[in-house]
């Protein structure tokens, strides 16, 4: 068995890019384990062999049991894993970046931190929504407004579109079968997304929880990132789906929305939309987000190169430069 130090690390290039995967795999009734680097999913009907490397995030539903190698190797790919409930309400994750850079997160933090940056990408974020629209005079009660405002006229306009009796948006926490086809439909499809955003955003190395429309919750900036996509692909495609039939909504949502999220080539569009976000057409950050490089803070915002005493003159180091314990 090698050792930690004879083991190769993993760097960005051996792992596939956010942007190319499989933006979910939703799996229910079956037991979850490892295939040298593919993970199988075993019921009644056989075995099913899936990449692991190729997965954005792995929805667990009911019935599922999953390994601890299995695990592991999802989270040496960088996958993201969701425990879902009963029709893929409840949602729970966790994964690994697959960036080594920590220039995306600092870069959220920064931008977090101070309040008017913090509204600055607030803005963006509503501009990149309704780019018809120009929210820069906006205050935070008036984004709120205006942002309900037309997620109202959406489903106004989609029930006008379908031909479905719209009664309002209504969810019942822990009772999903409470809401009509077309709410169940916006759920399903709703939750999906949360999933889908936070696989990326956990990709990228950001930090789930420093929203900056959404706060105080550990999802907030991925609540944040799938909003982004509400009236344009989650909610028509809500509409579409329970305008077809009552029968099954969830999981007719969740293959709808699979396919139209690798048509329109989402998982790509969400990491462009991070960096525009939180880089702010700062390209010389930009060109760090993928380097596998670790330094060490010093005085006067200065970085200094790490695998080094600096309290000794002279420092021994091996080969690849890292220094001999």
Same mark, same amino acid.
């Given at each position: 068995?090698?050792?930690?130090?004879?083991?190769?690390? *993993?760097?960005?290039? %051996? $792992?596939?890019?956010?942007?190319?995967?499989?933006?979910?795999?939703?799996?229910? @009734?079956?037991?979850?384990? &490892?295939?040298?680097?593919?993970?199988?999913?075993?019921?009644?009907?056989?075995?099913? %062999?899936?990449?692991?490397?190729?997965?954005?995030?792995? $929805?667990?539903?009911?019935?599922?049991?999953?390994?601890?190698?299995?695990?592991?190797?999802?989270?040496?790919?960088?996958?993201?894993?969701?425990?879902? +409930?009963?029709?893929?309400?409840?949602?729970?994750? +966790?994964?690994?970046?697959?960036?080594?850079?920590?220039?995306?997160?600092?870069?959220?933090?920064?931008?977090?931190?101070?309040? &008017?940056?913090?509204?600055?990408?607030?803005?963006?974020?509503?501009?990149?929504?309704?780019?018809?629209?120009?929210?820069?005079?906006?205050?935070?009660?008036?984004?709120?407004?205006?942002?309900?405002? @037309?997620?109202?006229?959406?489903?106004?306009?989609?029930?006008?579109?379908? +031909?479905?009796?719209?009664?309002?948006?209504?969810?019942?926490?822990?009772?999903?079968?409470?809401?009509?086809?077309?709410?169940?439909?916006?759920?399903?499809?709703?939750?999906?997304?949360? #999933?889908?955003?936070?696989?990326?955003?956990?990709?990228?190395?950001?930090?789930?929880? $420093?929203?900056?429309?959404?706060?105080? %919750?550990?999802?907030?900036?991925?609540?944040?990132?799938?909003? *982004?996509?509400?009236?344009?692909? #989650?909610?028509?495609?809500?509409?579409?789906?329970?305008?077809?039939?009552?029968?099954?909504?969830?999981? &007719?949502?969740?293959?709808?929305? @699979?396919?139209?999220?690798?048509?329109?080539?989402? *998982?790509? &569009?969400?990491?462009?939309?991070?960096?525009?976000?939180?880089?702010? +057409?700062?390209?010389?950050?930009?060109?760090?987000?993928?380097?596998?490089?670790?330094?060490?803070?010093?005085? #006067? #915002?200065?970085?200094?190169?790490?695998?080094?005493?600096?309290?000794?003159?002279?420092?021994?180091?091996?080969?690849?430069?890292?220094?001999?314990?």
């Amino acid at each position: 068995m090698a050792t930690v130090s004879q083991r190769l690390a *993993l760097t960005p290039r %051996h $792992l596939t890019r956010a942007g190319d995967r499989l933006s979910f795999i939703y799996l229910e @009734r079956c037991t979850v384990h &490892r295939d040298a680097n593919a993970i199988t999913a075993e019921d009644a009907e056989g075995t099913t %062999h899936i990449p692991s490397a190729t997965i954005g995030t792995l $929805l667990l539903g009911p019935g599922t049991r999953i390994t601890h190698q299995a695990m592991s190797v999802l989270g040496e790919t960088g996958a993201a894993v969701a425990w879902v +409930g009963e029709q893929g309400v409840r949602y729970y994750a +966790g994964g690994r970046a697959l960036t080594r850079s920590s220039a995306l997160a600092e870069a959220q933090a920064v931008q977090w931190a101070n309040l &008017r940056s913090r509204l600055s990408v607030a803005r963006a974020m509503y501009r990149l929504r309704f780019p018809d629209e120009d929210p820069a005079g906006l205050t935070r009660k008036g984004l709120l407004g205006c942002e309900g405002s @037309r997620v109202k006229e959406c489903y106004r306009a989609e029930a006008a579109r379908t +031909g479905i009796r719209w009664r309002g948006r209504k969810y019942t926490p822990g009772d999903f079968a409470a809401g009509d086809a077309v709410n169940q439909a916006i759920t399903a499809a709703a939750q999906c997304m949360y #999933g889908v955003a936070h696989a990326v955003v956990a990709s990228l190395g950001c930090s789930p929880a $420093l929203g900056f429309v959404h706060s105080g %919750h550990e999802l907030s900036f991925v609540l944040d990132i799938a909003d *982004l996509y509400k009236t344009e692909i #989650g909610i028509p495609l809500a509409f579409d789906v329970a305008a077809e039939s009552e029968e099954d909504v969830a999981s &007719r949502t969740r293959r709808a929305l @699979r396919d139209r999220i690798n048509e329109v080539s989402l *998982l790509d &569009r969400c990491v462009v939309d991070i960096k525009h976000l939180l880089l702010q +057409g700062d390209t010389g950050v930009s060109a760090t987000t993928d380097r596998d490089v670790v330094t060490l803070q010093s005085d #006067g #915002g200065e970085v200094v190169a790490a695998g080094r005493n600096y309290g000794d003159a002279d420092v021994d180091t091996g080969e690849d430069g890292a220094m001999l314990w």
